[in-house]
Structures are given as C-alpha cells and as structure tokens.
C-alpha cells in the first residue's frame, strides 16, 4: 500500500494566476521582440534615417536635417529628392532629379531647359546663376560642358540631378548625369 499522507516531497503546482501571469509575460515579451524585428527590417531595408551634410539642398533642406529614406518600392520622376551612391563621393549626396531617362537637358546660361520647355522651380534657392555657373573651369570635363550647353538626351537608366541652392552645389552640372543604379533610395520625409 502506497502512503500519500504528506509524508515525501511536496510537489507544488502553480496556480491558475500565476499561470495566467507567467503566459501574459511571455506573451508581452514576444510581442515585442516580434515588433523589434519588423522595426529593424523596416528600417534597413524598407526605410532608413540619414542626416543630410552640407548646403547644396537649401532652402530645401537644411545641413543636419534628418530624412527618412524610401529604399525599396519606389519609381523616381523629375522633381523628386533622392540619396545616391556616387563613386568617389565622402558621403551619398542628396538632390533633386531634374530629368530622366528619354529627356533631353540644357542649360541655356539663364535656366534649366528639359524637353524644350524653361524649369519653373519655386524651390530653387536662387533665381540667377553665377557667370561662371556652367563653365569650361567648373565642369568636371570639356565633354560634359559643351553637352550641357548644346543639350544632350539622358540614357536608359541615366538622371539629372542639381541641388536646389545651384550656386554651391556639386552635382549632374559638374560630373554629367548619374546612373539610376547609384539611386539609395528616395527621400519622403523630413524631420
């Protein structure tokens, strides 16, 4: 015969409440680690902060604003802002895509000119260029001077980008169009 008076050891059975209490826990823990993954996937490759360096953006963008990134599922149109790898660069360079792919480009010395028709850009820190603006002495080479200032169409997966502060920005009017390859992603919140 078996004695189940008392007498060995006591096995204690958690009670109801402190089950519940143990399942909230580690529900609450797996909810959070579950929202922990999705934010860290979201921000490396859905989305991604950066901070913007320098003044070629102004007014636009100010040195040291913070922008969210779009990296995926986007198309680029003229006018949108982008972040770019380019070869060389210290940083990836933030600007404004003026043309694109099928579109041909100018600079007439008074104004952009993409497709024939003048750019009406109200975002434009300044409304007139320096005389030295588009030069020999200021383009990257003689080649991108003289398509600049004959005109030239963009290439399959090529972009035209300027900063919106013309005068002090280092972009497409320098070193010619950029490859839609180099493109980060693009900008699509400022904060």
Known sequence: MTDNSGSGPEERQPSAKSRRINIGVTTAIAVILVALVITLIVLFFVVTPYVV???????????????????????????????????????PPVKRVIAVAGDTVMFNGETWVVNGEALEEDYVLQTVYESDYVSPFTCDSTEI??????????????????????????????????LSDWVIGKVVNVY
């Open 53 to 91: 360096s320098g003044e070629s953006m102004m007014p636009t963008l100010q040195d040291g604003d913070h922008i969210m990134v779009r990296k995926v599922g986007f198309t680029i149109e003229r006018g949108d802002i982008i972040l770019f790898d380019r070869p060389n660069a210290e940083y």
């Open 145 to 178: 001077y003289e398509m600049i200032t004959n005109g030239f169409t963009l290439g399959e997966g090529e972009l035209f980008v300027l900063g919106d502060n013309r005068n002090n920005s280092y972009d497409s009017h320098n070193y010619g169009a950029i």
